[in-house]
């Protein structure tokens, strides 16, 4: 079975930074898109970057310039790495995978089927 697990949340203020990391187990396909989601209070879940094994990188226009997602292939491990947070990304934040072997074709909250459980970051002011 494939399972992803966060962590690196937490809470901090306003213009400080956060590294979230997702260890993946049992994703044997050598191509992937894989990403982040995060989804506030009475809000729709958003995609947030992501990235897959044909080089694509995409971010959300509101933390381009801020946040980088990254990928240790070596360690199965996807990381977000979150500068100069703002209340607005205050958030539950969840990695995904696509699918079995999927590029990023989209990156849509349905195209994805392999969930984390989340991780909390709180941004105060």
């Known amino acids: 079975d494939v399972q992803l697990v966060e962590s690196g949340g937490g809470s901090v203020q306003r213009g400080g930074s956060l590294r979230l990391s997702c260890v993946v187990s049992?994703?044997?396909?050598?191509?992937?898109?894989m990403g982040w989601f995060r989804q506030s209070p009475g809000k729709k879940r958003e995609g947030v970057a992501h990235?897959?094994?044909?080089?694509?990188?995409r971010y959300t226009d509101s933390v381009k310039g801020r946040f980088t997602i990254s990928l240790d292939n070596a360690k199965n491990i996807l990381y977000l790495q979150m500068n100069n947070l703002q209340p607005e990304d205050t958030a539950m934040y969840y990695c995904?995978?696509?699918?079995?072997?999927?590029?990023?074709?989209?990156?849509?909250?349905?195209?994805?089927?392999?969930w984390g459980e989340g991780t909390q970051v709180t941004v105060s002011s």
């Open positions: 995904a995978i696509r699918g079995d072997g999927d590029l990023c074709y989209s990156v849509f909250e349905g195209d994805f089927r392999y």
């Open positions: 049992g994703y044997t396909y050598s191509s992937h898109c």
């Open positions: 990235l897959d094994s044909g080089k694509m990188i």
